[in-house]
């Protein structure tokens, strides 16, 4: 314990950990992080639809290929599998370093001008959920140094080894300003879902995180380079526990606090068809890609209300508890020819650092069900 915590650490005395574990560390100067999901939905499976759906998804694409390669974010790209989105849905998180970067980037992303652009665009619906991480309020979790996505892509950031993990308590101790700070959870009324849930659709809704405390988790598994033995173990025992468990959080939004909160298949290509044209300017034009088995990538994206409702599932709940001790069961039957990978980044978000904006989306998208939002017809 650090002279300057005022509450002490949850590691037990003598705690030793049972495998490695490395976190994040970023540069003194790095204060902020930022990241921004970006989504496409499509609303039928008509051709109509399947070409607006295709133009939006190339819009989004010219975005990122069109901006500066200095300022390009880190980006991953995913096809939605299940949760708080639409079948089919495509995702983009990026992450950028840089906080004059970063607005200038996403002042270039109109969300409203590519619903205005496409032919029919009733028949899609767009939508970006960004926040501004302090990195004093972040902690990550790696298994292992042979794969490290997500904020890990960002220049600057180092893995080093640490022993705040496999023990109650250790992702909290992970966040530096946890020595000074509960993250308290706040009052019901102010974290209430609308009265009225919103139709989405036919709809512009806007806003931010109007409390302290909000929590963004992004918990990833990537099995590509494991053996046939271990990737058939992986698929057959150890993922069925996961997707256990996160039905019981969509399915207990009261107790769980979940919100906004997607499963998602990592695509092999962050530019699947979107490519340079002959004269270089960075217009679309597709291109057919060879057909590949689906990656052996996947992640959970989403919001909790507040850390204490995450940690209670985490701890307590005999779906989490499962997960838990799977991986503890893997890992030990593997040994050090493990080659299957988990990680975790956990943003705790003061109020106003999250923005939502929902362009035609249906109305469980997102957060749309689970904060206030200002709306306007489109």
């Known amino acids: 314990m650090t002279a300057d915590r005022v509450y002490p650490l949850a590691r037990p005395k003598g705690h030793k950990p049972p495998m490695e574990r490395w976190k994040l560390e970023f ?10 999901y970006i989504g496409v939905q499509r609303h039928d499976s008509s051709s109509s639809t399947s070409t607006s759906f295709q133009d939006s998804i190339e819009a989004i694409q010219t975005w990122l290929d069109t901006i500066d390669l200095h300022e390009r974010p880190a980006v991953e790209k995913f096809e939605f599998l299940e949760g708080d989105d639409e079948p089919e849905s495509v995702v ?8 004059l970067v970063y607005e200038n980037c996403i002042q270039q992303l109109r969300l409203a001008d590519i619903y205005n652009s496409i032919e ?3 028949a899609v619906g ?11 309020r972040l902690e990550t979790n790696y298994s292992g140094l042979d794969y490290l996505p997500g904020l890990a892509k960002l220049p600057g950031s180092k893995p080093v080894e640490h022993t705040l993990t496999a023990y109650w308590g250790a992702a909290r101790d992970r966040i530096p300003d946890s020595g000074h700070d509960l993250f308290s959870r706040q009052n019901d009324e102010v974290m209430a879902p609308p009265v009225k849930i919103p139709a989405g659709l036919g709809q512009h809704l806007s806003g931010s995180n109007a409390y302290d405390n909000l929590v963004h988790i992004r918990s990833g598994q990537f099995w590509e380079n494991c053996s046939e033995t271990e990737s058939f173990a992986y698929e057959n025992t150890l993922q069925p526990t996961l997707h256990a468990g996160l039905r019981y959080l969509w399915e207990n939004r009261t107790d769980s606090g979940a919100m906004g909160l997607r499963f998602l298949r990592n695509l092999h290509t962050n530019n699947p068809g979107a490519h340079l ?13 060879p057909q590949r088995e689906p ?10 209300r507040n850390l204490s409702d995450l940690e209670k599932w985490a701890k307590r709940h005999p779906s ?8 503890i069961a893997h890992a030990r039957t593997f040994g050090e020819n493990r080659k299957f990978r988990t990680w975790h980044e956990v943003s705790i978000l003061r109020r106003g650092e999250a923005s939502f904006e929902y362009v035609n989306c249906l109305p469980r998208t997102g957060v749309i069900s689970y904060l206030q939002l200002d709306r306007r017809d489109l």
């Open 27 to 36: 540069p003194e100067s790095q204060a902020q992080i930022h990241t921004a």
């Open 92 to 99: 983009w998180v990026c992450y950028w370093p840089d906080s």
């Open 120 to 122: 029919r665009p009733k």
């Open 126 to 136: 767009l939508w970006l959920e960004q926040f501004t991480t302090q990195v004093s």
């Open 277 to 289: 044209n002959s004269s270089g300017n960075g217009a679309p034009e597709p291109e057919p890609e």
């Open 295 to 304: 990656a052996k990538e996947t992640c959970a994206a989403g919001f909790f």
């Open 320 to 327: 989490h508890l499962a997960i838990f001790n799977g991986a």
